[in-house]
């Protein structure tokens, strides 16, 4: 009989999935990867490639380690994780919004309500 991982899990193991989901998600987009090649190189459907970037619970261990070798093959699943693949610096280095000069004091002043 199928059951609903869903109700299986608590919360907070489902919380530690959906930032799996999301950590794969940002590494393929990192690595300017469709959704629809990855799901193809790894041989899923583009829905089971979606529920793995959502972090769905029903999905199975040698799917989300088929779908990160497609996306970035040599890299592990705990180097993903912590996040220390370059191409996630690089994306989260062009996120950040950098101020090419510090304000003055009377910009300070202006800004201060």
Do not use: W
Request: glycine share 6%; net charge positive; no cysteine.
């Amino acid at each position: 009989m199928k059951k609903r991982e869903s109700l299986l899990i608590t919360d907070a193991e489902a919380a530690q999935l959906k930032l799996l989901g999301e950590r794969i998600r940002r590494l393929r987009i990192a690595r300017r990867i469709t959704q629809l090649e990855a799901s193809v190189r790894a041989g899923v459907s583009r829905p089971t490639a979606r529920k793995i970037e959502r972090g769905d619970p029903g999905r199975t261990l040698g799917q989300i380690m088929r779908y990160l070798r497609a996306i970035a093959p040599g890299v592990t699943l705990l180097a993903m994780i912590e996040g220390r693949d370059p191409a996630i610096l690089v994306l989260e280095a062009q996120e950040r919004r950098l101020r090419s000069r510090r304000l003055t004091e009377a910009e300070i002043a202006k800004l201060d309500f």
